[in-house]
């Protein structure tokens, strides 16, 4: 089991940057799960954003995300980081971070761990 929680989104401008992080309970955690995060903006389904396995040596990200995006891990501190930068207002959603014991997935149904989320805002 995994108990994870977002924190750093917020209003920003377009071009601006915000780090999002995803705090992870369990001793276990750089050894036993692959990490994602996802976004979702109203009325649309949830999307991936960005992956990293469990040792950070690999990662993939979505289209919209390449060359702004930079997801990474800090195991001893049981936290996965999410850099964006050159936000965009379409950027605008709430950002979630996803674990994965069995193997990094750009599919939100292989998630079983969720946190609650954090909204961030691009205003143009």
């Known amino acids: 089991q995994v108990q994870l929680v977002e924190s750093g989104g917020g209003l920003v401008q377009a071009g601006g940057s915000l780090r999002l992080s995803c705090a992870a309970s369990?001793?276990?955690?750089?050894?036993?799960?692959?990490m994602g995060w996802f976004r979702q903006a109203p009325g649309k389904e949830r999307e991936f954003v960005a992956t990293?396995?469990?040792?950070?040596?690999?990662?993939s990200y979505a289209d919209s995300a390449k060359g702004r995006f930079t997801i990474s891990r800090d195991n001893a501190k049981n936290t996965v980081y999410l850099q964006m930068n050159s936000l965009k207002p379409e950027d605008t959603a709430v950002y979630y971070c996803?674990?994965?014991?069995?193997?990094?997935?750009?599919?939100?149904?292989?998630?079983?761990?969720w946190g609650q989320g954090t909204q961030v805002t691009v205003s143009s």
């Open positions: 369990g001793r276990t955690f750089s050894s036993s799960y692959d």
């Open positions: 990293i396995n469990r040792s950070g040596g690999s990662t």
């Open positions: 996803a674990a994965r014991p069995l193997g990094w997935s750009t599919n939100r149904y292989d998630y079983g761990y």
